[in-house]
């Protein structure tokens, strides 16, 4: 995976919530890969999702609103250095850039559905949402009450030092995985869903599947597209996207299916309390938005038009 250095990187996409240094997140130390690297997978804690979409303590009624807008004074003035692409958190801001001019299109092309632009929220230990308060244990998330995507930076180290997911290409699928959540919401799918769940509470696990499993399928479709996203001036922002990254995307993927967290955690595979789907599922609809490109074939639902 290689970004364009000559790409501009729009830090208005993002709220900093890390305080005035933009720091980093308390970064020091942690092993993170940034430069050229490659590989893959994505994330979203069961707890979180289960807790956001089945009325737990992130459900949409915990609160009205999120809390205060952070400062982007320090995250704008590092992401316009000449050592920008050096940084973590200036990359995955450029990442959340090509995601979201991805959709600006697609969704429009595809659904006949105007795109609203997201907000990701960078945060250090804990942030207020409009899905309730949250930390940085529950790993990165989208909040349908607020229309914004939550992620401490620090759970790439997560990744990194317990799954073992090394390769960059980590950080765009996790963020284009949360901003699938982002356009299930926009198109209505995530609220008819939760109206399905409440109808047949015994299907709750079933219809989450679903969900996570057409956000994993919207995912593949930004990175069949993502070489060919821009950014506001019309200048490319990926080089390239190579076959080993989706390699390495497609291999982690299988490593945090639910039934390889179940078995990781010693238990027996319950597939009854699965939420996201098990590692041949979530491989399979990546691949299957990578391979057509085109997230109208991302029916997990079986409604296709």
């Not at 004074?73 to 050592?83: P, Q, Y």
Request: proline letters at 3%; aromatic letters at 8%; a negative charge.
């Amino acid at each position: 995976m290689q970004l364009n250095e000559n790409a501009r990187i729009d830090t208005s996409q993002i709220d900093d919530q890390r305080g005035s240094s933009g720091g980093g997140g308390g970064l020091g130390g942690i092993p993170i890969p940034i430069g050229r690297g490659k590989g893959g997978l994505i994330l979203t804690l069961v707890v979180v999702v289960a807790s956001m979409l089945l009325g737990g303590g992130f459900g949409l009624n915990a609160l009205n609103d999120g809390g205060s807008a952070g400062d982007n004074t320090a995250l704008r003035e590092k992401c316009a250095a000449e050592t920008a692409l050096d940084q973590l958190d200036c990359r995955n801001t450029l990442f959340v850039n090509s995601i979201q001019d991805f959709w600006q299109a697609a969704l429009p092309e595809r659904f006949g559905k105007p795109y609203q632009q997201a907000q990701t929220t960078f945060f250090s230990q804990a942030v207020t949402t409009g899905c309730g308060s949250a930390d940085s244990g529950v790993g990165p998330f989208y909040c349908p009450a607020d229309r914004k995507i939550y992620i401490d930076l620090t759970f790439y180290r997560v990744l990194a030092d317990q799954l073992g997911a090394n390769g960059e290409f980590a950080q765009p699928y996790v963020l284009a995985h949360e901003y699938g959540h982002h356009v299930q919401t926009l198109l209505g799918t995530e609220a008819q869903m939760r109206r399905a769940q409440q109808r047949d509470p015994d299907a709750a696990n079933a219809l989450s599947v679903k969900l996570e499993l057409q956000a994993d399928c919207y995912a593949g479709a930004w990175a069949k597209n993502a070489t060919g996203t821009d950014d506001a001036t019309g200048v490319k922002i990926f080089v390239q996207i190579t076959e080993q990254d989706i390699k390495e995307g497609l291999d982690t993927a299988a490593a945090i299916g639910d039934d390889t967290i179940q078995k990781r955690s010693g238990g027996s595979v319950d597939k009854d309390a699965f939420t996201h789907g098990s590692a041949a599922q979530r491989q399979q609809w990546f691949n299957q938005g990578f391979s057509a490109g085109d997230p109208t074939t991302c029916d997990t639902f079986g409604n296709a038009r």
